[in-house]
Nanobody, 125 residues
Framework: QLQLVESGGGLVQPGGSLKLSCVVS????????IGWFRQAPGKEREGVLC????????NYADSVKGRFTISRGNAENTVLLQMNSLKPEDTAVYYC??????????????????WGQGTHVTVSS
């Protein structure tokens, strides 16, 4: 069983940046890929980025290419989502998610086993 806890959300102006953190705890020896999803009000949950256990990156959303990056933090069991050049349409609840398999799956929530509680990101002037 994995626990994932997100932090770093908040209110930011268009064009600004935020860095989200996901701390993975629990039975971490077997955890594999970690993904970030987001869900805007009234919309389905959307995959953003994934990092595999070997640090391969999969981009799920064309809309974030060149603006968002995923990486492993210096702290053990931490995955980061750096978001630059934020737009109002990036406003959503951002979720960290994990699975036992090592590779990044297709961008569907059902492919993941564990979810954090989410952190709110609001991009507005």
């Amino acid at each position: 069983q994995l626990q994932l806890v997100e932090s770093g959300g908040g209110l930011v102006q268009p064009g600004g940046s935020l860095k989200l953190s996901c701390v993975v705890s629990g039975f971490t020896l077997n955890y594999g890929a970690i993904g970030w999803f987001r869900q805007a009000p009234g919309k389905e949950r959307e995959g953003v980025l994934c990092i595999s256990s070997s640090n391969g990156i999969t981009n799920y959303a064309d809309s974030v290419k060149g603006r968002f990056t995923i990486s492993r933090g210096n702290a053990e069991n931490t995955v980061l989502l750096q978001m630059n050049s934020l737009k109002p349409e990036d406003t959503a609840v951002y979720y960290c998610t994990g699975r036992g398999a090592s590779s990044c799956p297709p961008p569907y929530p059902r492919e993941y086993d564990y979810w954090g509680q989410g952190t709110h990101v609001t991009v507005s002037s």
